[in-house]
């Protein structure tokens, strides 16, 4: 079972993916990036500054952004941007919607035209991340530690996240 969500997920990031650019042929624009930000709980503030707080400052090869507003529950990486919003309403999904649990955390993934959004399924206070369909949907594993860190997971994860 482990194989084959394991060849799911990255057949799903691999979909409609390009080949992660390197830094020497990404001009990275020296303005922020504006994030929308989500409602926040007041029990949401504290993990949504940790979350911000232990994200590398690297994705990949991707330097972070400065991010312009909601600077404590939201991030961003490369250009185009890799944005990522902490807090917001918990994560729907149906109930056939394919679950990816990628280094202790579990993501569900929904594709767009141009981009790929992840959302936690496992965490008390949801996690959101969207990253354009010109990078590798494998970025994803680079939030993973962070949120793991700085967000507890719900008492009961849905059967497909526990190992």
């Known amino acids: 079972m482990t194989l084959v969500l394991g060849v799911a997920a990255l057949w799903f990031v691999n979909t409609k993916a390009a080949p992660e650019p390197t830094p020497t042929s990404t001009v990275m624009p020296s303005s922020g990036v504006t994030v929308p930000g989500a409602a926040l709980a007041e029990a949401d503030v504290p993990r949504c500054r940790a979350l911000v707080a232990g994200l590398p400052d690297v994705l990949g090869e991707l330097p972070r952004r400065a991010v312009v507003g909601n600077t404590e529950q939201t991030a961003a990486y490369g250009s185009p941007a890799i944005t990522m919003t902490c807090g917001g309403p918990a994560t729907t999904f149906p109930p056939t919607g394919t679950l990816f649990p990628i280094n202790g955390v579990c993501w569900y993934g929904e594709q767009a035209a141009d981009t790929n959004v992840f959302r936690t399924v496992d965490r008390v206070t949801p996690v959101r991340v969207s990253i354009p369909t010109s990078y590798q ?27």
Do not use: M, R, T, W
Not at 137 to 159: R, T
């Open 137 to 163: 949907g494998q970025l994803i594993a680079g939030f993973s530690s962070s949120v793991a860190a700085a967000v507890p997971a719900v008492a009961e994860p849905p059967a497909a996240c526990k190992n």
